[in-house]
């Protein structure tokens, strides 16, 4: 049951995941969260942000901020790093990443999204059928919801990470044979 929050991936930082190798993949979109996953909650963009951006272009990523927040806290972040942007988006609910994709020209198959929270990011993601990966929170200073829902967030990844130490485990196994 808790399988439906489990992300496809995890990475300490946005920053520190292998876009290159997600092309090479056939990757062409991503969608991003901005509070948190990119900046502290309702920091600006800084330079490491609008550099990250800059390369995935160049690359010739798609990207696209897809944001609960309303639109002057959304569109600061997304002129700052030059990226196309959805506020409101309503997320879990899928709308906001259909609209994301639509907006980006990509599909489900080659699309990404990279957020921060299970229940939100993650959960709506895969309710529309796109690759997440799940970052760390980049501040530990949040809203008092927020921190609520981390305290739910780390009883699922506690069974998320259970159950990938044992399909790791199973794995390592068949290939000693």
């Known amino acids: 049951m ?11 930082s946005a ?3 292998d876009y290159n190798g997600l092309y090479a993949q056939g990757y062409r979109g991503i969608i991003f969260d901005i509070d948190n996953t990119l900046a502290p909650h ?25 944001s609960n927040n309303k639109e002057p ?13 959805i506020f409101k988006a309503g997320k879990p609910g899928t709308e906001g990443y259909r609209k994301a994709m639509e907006t980006m020209g990509t599909h489900a198959g080659n699309t990404m999204f990279v957020g921060d929270q299970l229940f939100t990011d993650i ?43 044992r399909l790791d485990n199973k794995s390592v196994k068949k290939c000693r044979r």
């Open 2 to 12: 808790l399988e439906i929050f489990y992300p496809d991936n995890e990475a300490e």
């Open 15 to 17: 920053y520190g995941i």
């Open 42 to 66: 309702g920091a600006p963009a800084d330079e490491r942000a609008a550099a990250l951006f800059q390369r995935l272009h160049e690359r010739g990523f798609q990207t696209i901020l897809l």
């Open 73 to 85: 806290r959304v569109k600061m972040f997304g002129d700052g790093v030059k990226s196309r942007y």
């Open 123 to 165: 959960w709506g993601a895969k309710r529309a059928g796109i690759a997440a990966w799940l970052v760390k929170p980049i501040h530990p200073k949040e809203e008092i919801q927020i921190v609520l829902k981390r305290r739910l967030e780390s009883i699922v990844l506690y069974f998320y990470h259970k159950k990938k130490k």
